[in-house]
């Protein structure tokens, strides 16, 4: 369905079903860019790695893992090396202001515009966009 | 360009569709936010608030239910299905994306 | 007693859930963990170092001429399956997997079809059954949980959290639906916080559990809580939901 919609020049963003359920259903090449977004705990990295497969396996375009919540960039970012192997990662700080904007009911960049974790989150869309143009 | 998030639940998900569609925007570009999620709460993230998105969600209920024609094409889906949301992105709730024909 | 864990995803469900399973089986009781997540998290939580083990192939045998698709297989039985193939873990809880998503689609569904009729033939006066369903609203929709005569909502004190679990409310009240709901605020960090889960959902809260720096570090290791931090306020707030169930099982026993 994301293929057959006439979305013009609009850039979509997809926000899917936790878990893997709609990745598996989708068909293939359905999209050009899959934001693989992970917590650096094992279970959250064990949903990730499937994801990571699923995207690749049905050519979803360039796959980038959003490891959030990251407390030690070295201890946190091994584990992620250990389940995810050579991923592209971005890191997105672990961040008060992410619990606060959610207990509130606000938007992230309304709540606390240049908190840590939204700086990174908006840096990545330089990251995709430089790279894609 | 079409992008995909993906993820655990309560990994960071929707906030960082949310940032993203909103940053992308901020950028002049015009940005489609799709919440595909069988509970969706994008709108919350995207800051168009509580009430509307339980209203969307409503609308969205009523339809899997067979209560509303389903929509023509994607412009119709929003506009019936979604709202506009802080920085002119265009929110659409559409819990099942995957199937091309609900119902 | 038969209760399922039910939330948004990454509300602590299978956290609580696997606590809440050891704690009860640590009083003696025989404890069945169900697992009904095709992205299993129970495992950790148990502290059982599991991920795959879904019910294998074999149990199941296609049905007869013009009957179900599948059957357990002849010599099969609920009891002789939890025997053979739920795994044992800490504290001797039994763990029930549903099937993973990492295998192939028939086997799967094989799978599935045997923790179905595990689950439909158990015998509950031997095993008290702890569920673990899947994030979201899917499973609870399609009546997943209905072995459960007591489902406990985990919430968070987020907008998209109650979101999440007002609309598992409204699914509880379908036909097949739990008796009793209970309502368990997690992550709590603010004063008002269970007093405002417990105002967005029109119900009280039936215990609160603290946030815990101690349990979010063992989940970046993997490890349990109940192996990270046995005394702490977690584990101490698990324990009193597992009196308060146990409690309120009590009371139906002895009810004429």
């Known amino acids: 369905m994301l293929s057959s919609g006439e979305f013009g020049t609009s850039i979509v963003v997809a926000d899917l079903e936790a878990g893997i359920g709609t990745l598996s259903r989708l068909g293939d090449s359905q999209v050009d860019l899959t934001l693989v977004v992970v917590e650096p705990t094992p279970r959250s990295l064990d949903v990730g790695r499937r994801a990571i497969d699923l995207a690749r396996e049905n050519k979803q375009g360039r796959v980038i893992v959003v490891v959030n919540k990251v407390v030690d960039v070295e201890t946190d970012l091994a584990l992620v090396r250990e389940k995810l192997g050579d991923a592209e990662l971005v890191v997105v700080p672990d961040d008060d202001a992410v619990l606060d904007a959610d207990r509130a009911g606000t938007a992230l960049l309304d709540h606390a515009p240049d908190c840590p974790a939204a700086r990174a989150l908006v840096e990545l869309v330089d990251l995709v966009f430089d790279s894609a143009a | 360009m079409k992008i995909a998030v993906v993820g655990k639940g309560g990994a960071g998900k929707t906030t960082t569709s949310a940032v993203l569609a909103r940053s992308l925007a901020r950028q002049g570009r015009e940005v489609v936010a799709l919440d595909c999620d069988t509970n969706p709460n994008l709108g919350i993230s995207l800051g168009v608030g509580d009430l509307e998105t339980e209203r969307l969600v409503s609308l969205r209920e009523q339809l899997d239910d067979g209560d509303v024609e389903h929509a023509a094409d994607w412009d119709e889906i929003l506009d019936r299905f979604g709202t506009d949301g802080p920085d002119g992105v265009r929110l659409g709730v559409i819990t099942r994306i995957e199937n091309p024909d609900p119902g | ?256």
């Open chain 3, 1 to 256: 007693m038969k209760v399922a864990f039910v939330g948004k995803g990454g509300s602590g469900k299978s956290t609580i859930a696997g606590t809440f399973a050891r704690v009860l089986a640590r009083r003696g009781e025989a404890v069945l963990a169900l697992d009904s997540d095709p992205l299993p998290g129970l495992p950790y939580a148990l502290g059982l170092p599991v991920d795959d083990r879904p019910i294998p192939d074999d149990a199941v045998v296609a049905g007869p001429e013009g009957g179900p698709r599948w059957v357990l297989s002849p010599g099969l039985d609920p009891a002789t399956i939890i025997e053979r193939y739920a795994v044992l873990g800490p504290d001797d809880v039994r763990y029930l997997q549903f099937g993973n998503t990492s295998g192939h689609i028939s086997t799967i569904q094989r799978a599935q079809f045997a923790w179905s009729e595990t689950v439909k033939g158990v015998d509950t006066d031997r095993w008290n059954l702890v569920g673990d369903l899947p994030g979201g609203t899917r499973q609870a929709m399609l009546g997943w949980g209905s072995y459960a005569d007591c489902a406990i909502l985990v919430a968070e004190p987020t907008s998209k959290s109650l979101h999440s679990a007002r609309r598992l409310l409204r699914l509880s009240d379908a036909d097949w639906g739990p008796t009793t709901v209970l309502i368990v605020a997690n992550k709590v960090r603010h004063a008002d916080d269970a007093e405002r889960i417990s105002s967005r959902l029109e119900r009280p809260v039936t215990i609160v559990v603290p946030m815990s720096a101690e349990i979010m570090a063992g989940d970046r290791l993997g490890v349990a809580p109940l192996d990270v931090d046995p005394d702490g306020s977690f584990v101490e707030s698990v324990r009193a939901l597992v009196d308060h169930v146990a409690g309120l099982y009590h009371h139906v026993e002895e009810a004429p």
